[in-house]
């Protein structure tokens, strides 16, 4: 149980000791002795754990891995200028920001904002109000909420509305709208691409029609699928 522990606090990025409680029973024998109850802390390692992953894990915020998330992030912060502001669609725990400073090694003006209410608190928690993050819907962010890029990384990979009459293209094609309202200079937006037949249960796109509808919507837009067959990046300049 230890080693187990001891595991998951490195994969979560845990700087903190987990509990331990006491030793638990031999188990080889397969046999608990009657009287043996769990301590208070070996309850709670589950919650503990839990608690731990929603802040520190790449899963709880959709990647497979800590150099997953990474190299994403990466990808798109290379089309954002230095000493250009940021508003993230899609934020999770805000970790775009604090990914940037060490990996670019300057900040950004970075606003974050979410609908879920868990991770926006799990950034708040570990963040300790280092990252502006806030809790709301992106189709009801206040008018005069602007920064120059609005990015989106793979937030529309998945429907987190309960609009059941529209379908996933157009509620990529409003959420593409409502980025541009909300920023001074473009958006950049990272989408599961239809080239690589994969049943992942996320929204795959056509690389091609999404590309056609921002020229004719936008006009100066760029694609890039370079970064991996799985998905592409859409740019989209004003």
């Known amino acids: 149980m230890e080693g187990v522990l001891n595991k998951l606090k490195e994969i979560f990025m845990a700087d903190k000791v987990m509990p331990r409680g006491k030793e638990w029973p031999d188990e ?8 043996w109850q769990p301590t208070e802390e070996l309850e709670s390692i589950p919650e503990k754990l839990d608690i731990e992953s929603l802040q520190y894990s790449a899963e709880a915020v959709g990647y497979g ?3 997953m998330q990474w190299d994403t992030y990466r990808n798109i912060a290379n089309y954002i200028p230095e000493g250009e502001s940021v508003l993230d669609f899609g934020c999770g725990r805000g970790d775009f920001k604090l990914f940037h400073a060490d990996d ?4 950004i003006d970075y606003i974050g904002i979410d609908m879920n209410e868990n991770l ?5 928690e570990i963040y300790e109000g280092r990252v ?4 709301m819907d992106w189709f009801s962010i206040p008018k005069d909420l602007k920064q120059d890029w609005s990015i989106n990384i793979g937030s529309c990979n998945l429907r987190y509305d309960a609009d059941i009459k ?8 409003n959420t593409v709208h409502t980025m541009l309202r909300h920023a001074d200079k473009g958006a950049i937006i990272l ?7 994969i049943d992942d249960g996320l929204i795959n796109h056509d690389p091609g029609l999404i590309l056609n509808w921002a020229q ?3 006009g100066n837009v760029a694609l890039d699928h370079s970064f991996s067959n799985d998905v592409f990046i859409l740019v989209i300049y004003k």
């Open 28 to 35: 080889r024998q397969g046999v608990l002795p009657e009287d």
């Open 65 to 67: 891995d800590r150099e």
């Open 104 to 107: 670019f090694k300057f900040d």
């Open 120 to 124: 926006i608190n799990a950034g708040m």
């Open 132 to 135: 502006d993050i806030r809790c």
């Open 166 to 173: 529209s379908t996933d293209n157009e509620y990529l094609q």
């Open 191 to 197: 989408l599961t691409s239809s080239i690589t037949d």
């Open 216 to 218: 004719k919507e936008f």
